[in-house]
């Protein structure tokens, strides 16, 4: 009688105890097990106090709902984060904001090009709302305005940069600048030397051009550039070949569709972000995988 009444005990306690942890536990598992409550707290997960290198942009949330396999993904476009009157590549830093606020606030994952690449190669389960945030030219206010605000919301970006502009040309951000982002998680990569008009290059000077830029930021970051932005969206087959000839393995041109293997990884879209395009259209190019999108 008396183990009996010790059986109920323990049963009601594990019960209640299950109750409480209702959030921690698994919903499709109803099974009650009568074991008696553990009395050793479960070990957490290694939260580490100061994160290295790109963990201070917080992983994926394990909870969020994973993107099915072959399916496209927004890649977005930006310039300046700067105003200039009637200037469509400049973004006021407080219109920008409001576009991160919004992706934040929706459950939107900034994941980065090699996020990206695995995806699209590999089938890497990436999260179903996931984006990428892509940034051209290497403006400085890509430091000195978005840099601050990325930082805020912990996001992942990519800046494709003209090689040439390093160091020399004072809107452009200088090689202390992009390490200093590289090192916070923020993926340099390249935009050709001279944003060359690649169409009009020989295959020769294609080589060149696609070439000398992936060396010369291999140099300053002291890392593999893998990714490049066609400057102008532009590329013929030759530049294809080149591109591919000299180590690239995903290039991205402006056509304005999401990103999607089936149009080549050296040939992937992007969704262009420019300041005349109010809030509703921002929504719209990145929650309509079906649309072509012109500037
Ligand atoms: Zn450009």
Redesign the pocket.
Known sequence: MKKNFSLLFLLIISISLLGCSKTTTDPINKTIKVTPPPVVEPIKPVELAEPVGTASIPAFDKTAVMKASGKSVPVLMYHSIAYEKDNDIRLPVERFEEHMKYLKDNGYYPITLTDLYEYLMKDTPIPEKSIVLTF??GYEDNYTAMFPVLKKYGFKATIFVITSNIDKDPKSMTSQQLLEMEKFGVDIES?TVN?EHLKELSKDKQLETLGQSKKDLEKILNKQINFL?Y??GEYNKSALEAAKEVGYTMAFSTDGRWSSKKNGMLSLDRVYIGSSHNMKVFIERITNPNYKFVN
């Open positions: 051209d030219d935009h944003h932005a400057p102008y």
